[in-house]
């Protein structure tokens, strides 16, 4: 139990000086609203790369306005996924704002984009026009259902629904639900880094770019990974289990005297020592329990068994119990636990920058430690056009005259098709 929660047990990882980062030099065009893109673009701004975040005059990234809650104005939700990158309002609408993008991504390493499909090729910004000029540019598109699929609407709910991903989340007896938080935009997000990152790689190898095609309905098609193998090995679609697995059992969610505990029993030697934890040597001999696949067949007969039990003692109580029997479990937290815990104190998952509007805000650390430390906050979440002049004298060379001309909004028009429309939601 003295991991779960009190004070730190060491010093944070540090966030400050270190190595130039893997990214340093990569420059990346991020033409990306909403979440599967931006998140994209922060796990390689966090990484290192110059990322120059392209959006809208006066609008911005929709997210923008996503809320409450606001700090001072600006979303918590923009603000979550856009740090380390920088803000240049540009319009598609206008010739000289289209052109400014245009060098801007063949002068860049990568370019992402999440528009509707069909809307870059309409701008000259899709791979096959860029790349005409730029061979060794790396595109990446992120979208709904593909490139090859322009008329699906391609929101994190729908995908998580033609996905599958719903028919096994939820209780046994309710609907089909979705997941607390977009998984779909998220690792849409994260497979298009993968793929780019294994582009960058192989670029250096060959000098050749690669045209990237990621939908958040493949990805969540890939995250179904053991349900889809016992659908694929039986021909019957799983069913949803609620908090607890389809194929190994006990494991999931009980209720202690006060409070719920998360319990991961993964051999049936942790079963044995399980029952001895609980006290209840019954059980472990019992054989009808003697395997894991007896025990799922079991299963209605075991789990009523162990929550009898387990309802009498606090989570304190069964978590040092399972510790010390070298069982896997743990408490359920809400976020403010959790940011709080050693866990994520500990790991630097929890820092703080100053934003120029909002003040001191706080950000998720990354997820990954290099050289034992935290990829850095080198820039906080930009405010809209903050970094438009910096960007096209640094990028562009572009005197006054050629910024003043690019930065004017096209004439209004009525039209909904600036480009802007992302092509997934929260």
Known sequence: MREWGGMPSKPELAEGDQQPLPLAGVRVLDLTHALAGPYCTLLLGDLGADV????????????????PPFI???SSYFLSVNR???????????????????????????????????????????????????????????????????????????????????????????PPT?????????????????AILAALVERNRTGSGRT?????????????TYQAGRFFASGEPPSRTGNGHATIVPYGTFEAADGFINVAVGSDAQFRRFCDAMEAP??????????????????????????????????????????????PAGPIFDMAEAFSSPLATDRAMRLEVDHPTAGRISQVGAPWKLD???????????????????????????????????????????????????????
């Open 72 to 74: 001072s104005g600006e």
């Open 372 to 426: 034992g430390r935290s990829s850095p906050i080198r820039l906080p979440p930009p405010t809209l056009g903050e970094h438009t002049t910096e960007v096209l004298r640094e990028v562009l060379g572009y005197d006054d005259a050629l910024i003043l001309a690019a930065t004017a909004s096209a004439p209004a028009d009525g039209s909904s098709e600036p480009g802007w429309r992302p092509v997934e939601s929260a």
């Open 52 to 67: 120059i975040k392209v959006e809208a005059p006066g609008i911005g990234d929709q997210s923008r306005v996503w809320g």
């Open 282 to 327: 019954e059980l472990g001999a019992d054989p009808r329990f003697e395997t894991n696949a007896q025990r799922q067949v079991a299963r209605a007969e075991l789990i009523p068994e162990i929550q009898r039990r387990v309802r009498h003692r606090s989570r304190r109580d069964w978590l040092e119990r399972f510790e010390a029997h070298g069982i």
């Open 178 to 194: 979705k997941v607390g938080v977009p998984v779909g935009d998220i690792t849409a997000g994260m497979f298009a880094a993968h």
């Open 84 to 174: 380390n990158k920088r803000s240049a309002s540009l319009d598609l609408k206008s010739e000289a704002g289209l052109r400014a993008v245009t060098a801007l991504a063949l002068a860049s390493d990568v370019v992402v984009e999440n528009f509707k499909p069909g809307t870059a090729a309409r701008l000259g910004l899709d791979a096959d026009t860029l790349r005409a000029s730029q061979p060794d540019l790396i595109h990446a598109s992120i979208s709904g259902f593909g490139q090859n699929r322009p008329t699906l609407a391609g929101y994190d709910q729908i995908a998580q629904g033609t996905s599958g991903l719903m028919s096994v989340t939820g209780t046994a007896d309710g």
């Open 212 to 224: 990237i095609d990621v939908a958040l309905n493949d990805s969540l098609l890939a995250l179904l």
